[in-house]
């Protein structure tokens, strides 16, 4: 069965950078379709970023086009969350999700069936 796990969250001052991690275990996560995604508990989860199994096709929300970055590196069977410039309004959970039967990923949270703990991100002074 497939598990992941998210690190690199914590504090960081604004307009500051963290890199997220989700490791994978029990599955090659190359198979899967990766998707990022933040939720402020009593909220909606946010898609933030997705990366795609079939060729890397990266998709991303406009609130972090230009700051945010996806990559995988399957030989660590890991996906990184590269965040720039980060807003306090952007202190959240952050999970990372697995989907495994779309050509293509998208940001619906909804789509994806394997799914990270969560890893707090916060961003103040």
């Known amino acids: 069965q497939l598990q992941l796990v998210e690190s690199g969250g914590g504090l960081v001052q604004p307009g500051g950078s963290l890199r997220l991690s989700c490791v994978a275990s029990g599955y090659s996560l190359g198979y899967y379709n990766i998707g990022w995604f933040r939720r402020v508990p009593g909220k909606e989860r946010e898609g933030i970023s997705c990366i795609s199994n079939s060729d890397d096709t990266t998709n991303y929300a406009d609130s972090v086009k230009g700051r945010f970055t996806i990559s995988r590196d399957n030989a660590k069977n890991t996906v990184y969350l590269q965040m720039n410039n980060l807003e306090p309004e952007e202190t959240d959970n952050y999970y990372c999700?697995?989907?495994?039967?779309?050509?293509?990923?998208?940001?619906?949270?909804?789509?994806?069936?394997?799914w990270g703990q969560g890893n707090q991100v916060t961003v103040a002074s």
């Open positions: 999700a697995a989907q495994l039967t779309m050509r293509r990923c998208v940001l619906g949270a909804s789509l994806y069936d394997t």
